[in-house]
């Protein structure tokens, strides 16, 4: 049962517009989000996040949009750089309760080409 | 300040043995979870350890086993090695064990089961 999906595997975007990753999820526990970007060889590292009260979170090149009616958050990337070509992962956590922990999408390659 | 550090970050072993991996989370955090990456499942969630004790656990067999140390530092043991255990390991540290809101990862270890 895939709570966290990333239905798309790969993306590939010029260099200079605008890369959209999208999530979709089905617990509707979860009430924090976040994005990991990986590279190859090294962990994932932590990008932005978004609390449930929000709809929108905003961090320079970066910003996470939340529709919780829809259980669906996505990440726009503003202009898109080569250095963005990374794996980036979906994550979501329930708040509240507790069990927590991070449930990971399986991730989407995003190819930025000069 | 220090990352997280992992060692080994390779290993082979044949099935049947036993494996450890450590876990060294970045200074002050007490919070060191574990995950399996594969490329057909992304990452899975394995446990959780804070303050010694194992607080959350995933849907993973009980022949992967973990332990934290009043250092934090962490292990995992991976007994009756299967080919299907092929994976990066990847050890996760955070200030607070819940909720977590950002967790800072490892370059991993890349296990291979042959």
């Known amino acids: 049962d895939q709570q966290v999906k990333q239905n798309s595997p790969s993306l590939s975007v010029q260099e200079g517009r605008i890369s959209i990753l999208n999530c979709d999820y089905t617990n509707s526990m979860f009430d924090y989000f976040l994005w990991y970007k990986k590279y190859p060889a090294e962990g994932p590292t932590f990008l932005i996040s978004?609390?449930?009260?929000?709809d929108k979170n905003e961090d320079g090149r970066f910003t996470v949009f939340l529709n919780k009616s829809a259980k669906h958050l996505s990440l726009h990337i503003v202009p898109s750089q080569p250095g963005d070509s990374a794996v980036y992962f979906c994550a979501a956590s329930a708040y509240r309760g507790s069990n927590y922990k991070l449930t990971f999408g399986k991730g989407t390659l995003l190819t930025v080409n000069p | 300040k220090a990352g997280v550090t992992q060692t080994p970050r390779y290993l082979i072993k044949t099935r049947g043995q036993q494996v450890t991996l450590s876990c060294s989370p970045i200074?002050?955090?007490?919070?060191v979870s574990w995950y399996q990456q594969t490329p057909g499942q992304g990452l899975q969630f394995l446990f959780e350890y804070f303050s010694e004790t194992q607080r959350n656990k995933g849907n993973f067999p009980g022949r992967f086993s973990g332990r934290q140390f009043s250092n934090s530092r962490s292990e995992m043991n991976v007994s009756t090695l299967e080919l299907g255990d092929s994976a990066l390991y990847l050890c996760?540290?955070?200030?607070?064990?819940?909720?977590?809101?950002?967790?800072?990862f490892g370059p991993g270890t890349r296990l291979t089961v042959t």
């Open positions: 200074s002050g955090h007490r919070s």
């Open positions: 996760a540290s955070s200030l607070v064990a819940r909720p977590v809101h950002e967790q800072y």
């Open positions: 978004i609390s449930s009260i929000k």
